[in-house]
């Protein structure tokens, strides 16, 4: 069967449809649970009806299973960037030194944003597709003339596929007494990140990428020394990410918000974080890691490097580093156009470069062998020289000797 | 009619049942037009993809003739809130003079925004449930040590029912050469505010009030003056809600967003305000008008004092002040529990004082029918001296004055 749908796909003359059936195969947004996406349409509720109060204490409750804390995750109507904003805001003083240390697009969010909140910011910039090493950012502590207050790390870098020791990174910057702050924005509920377990001060969150929800949540969940530290520095300059006036609020029996909470959203996180626990933490890490494993394997069938280590479970999204002679840009676009299988490029540094599958969410075995075949069709549309089928095949082998069928429950 | 429904919502024994049929008729989140919550349960687009940016740009040419500007509406994830405190963070400086004019809960909000981020306030506190005075504006401004920067007002003071006289008090702050910034997150699409027409420097609003879209979009409509203002004063402490960085994406062709949009919501808001324009904004402000005096009217039947002038078009929610000797906090809750019907009791200094009644958004005259005859049921429970269906015929006389049917386009 490859071999024919390959042949058909690779046809020149055939056209861009933008009407034809669609896959959503991107690291954010990502697709939904028709459930998740069904609740979306029914009658609004007011933010103050009981209806509403508790699925919103429901909810806040599955957040701390998820984020495996006993912290109040805090809560905001924003993208996944104003939770990374609210820990700035709170936590980075005026000319106070902050570490940041970055590999990647998302890496660099929190230097722009540290720097925007005026802190005095030593950067660790790795090399795009590496992992930030625990001794580097040893060493760059090391070489600071202070002490810095927090220290600001990527736990899945999804511009490379990367992911990090976030355990290790932590114990660097505890030795240095200062807090660690992890963006999880995409690896929250994909790969294990026990907070409480392993002490991390600060992991931000969003809705949209392996929570199974669409954009517009934030979270940030706060540790008791954080936001101790947060206290000490309410010298203005936040209000609407301000830690402190939503841990009130929420701290209120039922939970409180101090704004309008995004009444639509909360239901739909209500719904997927349900599915989520019914399915097991552990149990949708394994998932995400045979899913990981199978887009691997498949990149390497088909002769591509893959690009970024898999140390620690870099089961979030994979890069695949685009073949010499070939119009890295137009890959993705022929496999949105020709098959109707939306899969993003490269960013910043890597635009053109590479092409990213994901499979952080609400994604199983046959959404692998889509992307990877559409992958594939698209390859040989651009010249590339591809065996159709091999990275199925390859695929295949994984989910066989994975000895279940990694599928989310519905 | 109304005697029987209203003998047997008086019965004493009815107990609280949360499963009878629902109706909201709260000024925020307000009733969404059924195209508008099924869009958001269409398969979720990523928000680079031809579809999306398609709905994204027209959402964007709506959102302008709805704010009366051929500004660029800066678009934000968060609640209204956030997109008050874009104002701030880009507008007020440190130690530097600011003037609020509030005369209700929401106009508070300026003042705690204002001196979070430093600003040096001037405070005019007008009494709630009376209009700010043009002339107090004007000599709050000139007792000032030094001239304001800006001028924060709200456009319909949600508290309190009361709408100011917008133009007038940009003609306040202009005279003193200060930008005015209005919050008009319940008002606009509601009441007249044509910004370019009478040179409102900055309008804010929020999706989920006349707009009839669910919360989690805030959006800021800034004029030229204020935009060279913010670009004066880029020291620091903004980066989500910095205004350069938005109007950057947005200027992009197609418009592009800084950080992921919140793609469900902006799927609603296009479906809403394609309604809206449908409609038209004068039939639309129009229908707002009459809704707003059939309200008025059936309070007035009822005997109750309406709390609040009704000058300048108090079209978006109307407030009654409870009688002596009724418990006014049990009112709402009555309505709600009993009768299915969700409106809003006072909020602050007004708790347990007056009952609102909203009709922002998709609002039509059967709403105001239910929610007038749910008050009037609500108020004999508690004891009132109050004839039944006094307030629906007064409003009915209304709705066959006003020689149309004030119903929203659907």
């Keep these: 069967m490859s071999t024919l749908v390959a042949s058909a796909y690779s046809d020149p003359t055939m056209t861009a449809d933008p009407y034809i059936k669609q896959y959503l195969m991107t690291a954010g947004p990502t697709p939904l649970p028709p459930q998740v996406s069904q609740v979306m349409a029914e009658p609004i509720a007011y933010h103050r009806a009981p209806a509403f109060v508790e699925v919103h204490a429901r909810a806040l409750a599955r957040l701390r299973e998820v984020f495996q804390t006993s912290n109040e995750v805090l809560s905001f109507a924003s993208s996944g960037?104003?939770?990374?904003?609210?820990?700035?805001?709170?936590l980075v003083v005026p000319a106070e030194p902050v570490t940041v240390a970055s590999a990647g697009k998302f890496g660099e969010r929190w230097l722009e944003l540290a720097r925007s909140f005026g802190g005095e910011v030593a950067h660790l910039d790795s090399e795009w597709g590496e992992a930030i090493q625990p001794d580097a950012l040893d060493r760059t502590i090391k070489e600071m003339g202070?002490?810095?207050?927090?220290?600001?790390?990527?736990?899945?870098?999804?511009?490379?596929?990367?992911?990090?020791?976030?355990?290790?990174?932590?114990?660097?910057?505890?030795r240095h007494d200062a807090v660690i702050v992890v963006d999880a924005i995409s690896?929250?509920?994909?790969?294990?990140?026990?907070?409480?377990?392993?002490?991390?001060?600060?992991?931000?969150?969003?809705?949209?990428?392996?929570?199974?929800?669409?954009?517009?949540?934030?979270?940030?969940?706060?540790?008791e020394r954080a936001m101790a530290l947060a206290a000490e520095t309410?010298?203005?300059?936040?209000?609407?990410?301000d830690w402190s006036r939503t841990a009130k609020g929420q701290a209120e029996d039922p939970p409180n918000s101090p704004f309008t909470p995004a009444v639509t959203l909360w239901r739909a996180l209500d719904v997927a974080l349900g599915l989520i626990l019914e399915e097991g933490?552990?149990?949708?890490?394994?998932r995400h890691a045979v899913l990981a494993r199978a887009a691997r394997a498949g990149i390497e069938a088909m002769g591509?490097?893959?690009?970024?280590?898999d140390d620690y479970g870099a089961n979030v999204v994979t890069a695949a580093r685009m073949p010499e002679g070939i119009d890295g840009a137009a890959v993705p676009?022929?496999?949105?156009?020709?098959?109707?299988?939306?899969?993003?490029?490269?960013?910043?540094r890597l635009n053109g470069r590479i092409v990213r599958i994901a499979h952080c969410g609400y994604f199983?075995?046959?959404?692998?062998?889509?992307?990877?075949?559409?992958?594939?069709?698209?390859?040989?549309?651009a010249g590339a020289d591809v065996e159709p089928g091999a990275a199925a095949g390859a695929a295949q082998r994984v989910f066989s000797r994975a000895g279940r069928a990694p599928e989310p429950v519905a």
Excluded at 81 to 86: K, Y
Excluded at 235 to 241: L, P, Q, V
Excluded at 281 to 286: K, P, R
């Design 81 to 90: 960037s104003g939770a990374m904003e609210s820990a700035v805001a709170n």
């Design 146 to 174: 202070r002490p810095p207050r927090a220290v600001f790390v990527t736990q899945s870098e999804t511009s490379t596929g990367v992911v990090h020791d976030v355990r290790a990174l932590t114990e660097v910057a505890h």
């Design 187 to 223: 690896g929250l509920g994909a790969v294990d990140l026990p907070q409480d377990e392993w002490g991390v001060d600060v992991v931000i969150s969003g809705s949209q990428k392996s929570l199974m929800c669409p954009p517009g949540l934030g979270f940030a969940s706060v540790g």
């Design 234 to 241: 309410s010298d203005g300059g936040r209000y609407y990410f």
């Design 281 to 286: 933490l552990e149990n949708v890490f394994d």
């Design 304 to 309: 591509l490097e893959r690009f970024g280590p």
């Design 333 to 348: 676009k022929l496999m949105r156009d020709r098959y109707g299988v939306t899969a993003a490029g490269g960013q910043g």
């Design 364 to 381: 199983g075995a046959f959404d692998i062998v889509i992307a990877l075949t559409a992958l594939e069709a698209a390859l040989a549309d």
